[in-house]
């Protein structure tokens, strides 16, 4: 995108999110959803499985819906995927319409053990070997002649047989005995889907930044202790360890985060944007205490968020239930170097611990706009306006982004109530 031109609106666009990260009063409060699912295409009659399995559909609809309701930046595409690449690994760690499930229903996390507590020393002595030979097959059917070319690997001499005369033959013998071949048909069927995914992605990114809508983060990330619980042990699995296995849980958060980091980096690189999304699963009041959240929480939430600051990369922190509790720890960090999306919280408090420190983003209840009238969503943006609009530090969204189930008038009216209520 050397090329492009910024329009005036995609600079004044842009210009009132800086404004609204550095506590600068903005010509007028923005309105940036950061997660929509399926909202795009069920108002306009689309079904989720076909949302899912008709990407190009999927992200045709966000644009025109985008700028329908004029809102101040680009959606990330991604929040729902395309269905063909879980397809073709045979994923076990979510269900999907079209697959598991019927075709309105939302795709869900499967909550499991995917790494038993007895197997954390394998782990940490061998990351990528244990990811190899048991997550993998484990979380994806279609990664399962993996563990037995894994297994193969370890059970023959490799070294000798690395000659002209010797390799031919024994590679073909490994590909061969570890059933390999579905296997790499299955892997050429992903690379060209996603070939076509991230062809789909920059055609979106392009039509959006030239129709004036800035893309506001290229990342999306998860601190050490979530991607352990969601992706590894699960809820109950990593609530046991806090209380049976500590020592071996921190080696394990220590090990992940400057991983965290690289991978945030990375995306942001590959994006050309400035700034990363963390959602928090499970640090709220309602998953573990504030002495929990202290050792096994924050130190790695912190690590994370610093060392994007650290790299030039703005964190945004989207908070998942009740942080109200939570709030102190984040005076800790530098003022308007972060900003805070939130779900549960309490406003007032907010702005007494944070308002000059950082931006709040969000949080107009799902219920309001799914269940509520246009006027109640004004009035709770109105509220946030009063609230937070004195310095500038406030953007526009919904709790967790726009619902599913959000009515297209009340969407219209958060939208329409920021743009006029919110104008200096």
Request: glycine share 8%.
């Amino acid at each position: 995108m050397s090329d492009f031109q910024p329009s005036p609106m995609f600079l004044a666009r842009q210009k009132r999110l800086e404004n609204a990260f550095n506590l600068i009063r903005p010509d007028r409060v923005p309105v940036a959803p950061v997660a929509i699912h399926y909202y795009p295409t069920r108002v306009k009659g689309v079904s989720n499985k076909d949302a899912m399995y008709h990407w190009d559909k999927r992200l045709q609809l966000l644009k025109e819906l985008t700028i329908e309701h004029d809102w101040d930046a680009t959606p990330p595409p991604a929040s729902v995927n395309a269905a063909q690449s879980w397809d073709i690994l045979g994923l076990q760690q979510v269900k999907w319409p079209g697959g598991a499930l019927t075709e309105n229903q939302p795709f869900q996390w499967v909550e499991k053990e995917y790494m038993l507590q007895s197997e954390y020393d394998e782990m940490l002595a061998d990351p990528n070997g244990f990811t190899i030979n048991k997550l993998w097959p484990r979380i994806a059917t279609t990664l399962e002649p993996l563990s037995r070319l894994f297994q193969i690997g370890k059970s023959m001499p490799l070294l000798p047989l690395s000659n002209a005369y010797s390799l031919p033959g024994s590679i073909g013998f490994m590909i061969l005995r570890a059933g390999l071949n579905d296997f790499l048909g299955k892997m050429q069927e992903l690379s060209l889907q996603t070939a076509r995914n991230g062809q789909l992605v920059a055609q979106y990114n392009r039509e959006m930044t030239a129709a004036g809508f800035p893309l506001v983060f290229g990342a999306h990330v998860f601190c050490a202790y979530d991607w352990i619980s969601a992706s590894l042990r699960g809820m109950r699995g990593i609530s046991m360890d806090m209380y049976q296995v500590p020592d071996k849980l921190l080696a394990a958060i220590n090990m992940l985060i400057p991983s965290t980091i690289y991978s945030a980096i990375m995306m942001n690189q590959q994006a050309g944007t400035k700034a990363a999304t963390i959602y928090l699963h499970r640090g709220s009041a309602g998953f573990m205490s504030d002495a929990q959240f202290a050792k096994f929480y924050w130190p790695c939430l912190k690590s994370l968020i610093m060392g994007l600051i650290e790299a030039g990369i703005k964190p945004i922190v989207y908070t998942e239930g009740n942080y109200t509790p939570r709030l102190k720890y984040f005076q800790e960090l530098p003022p308007k170097k972060f900003v805070m999306h939130y779900q549960d919280v309490d406003r007032k408090l907010v702005k007494k611990m944070l308002g000059d420190i950082t931006c709040f983003w969000g949080n107009v209840p799902s219920t309001l706009m799914c269940a509520g009238t246009a006027q109640q969503v004004a009035d709770d943006v109105k509220e946030l306006i009063d609230t937070f609009g004195d310095n500038g530090g406030l953007i526009i969204d919904g709790t967790l982004g726009i619902p599913d189930e959000a009515k297209f008038e009340n969407v219209q009216a958060l939208t329409e109530t920021a743009r006029t209520y919110g104008k200096w």
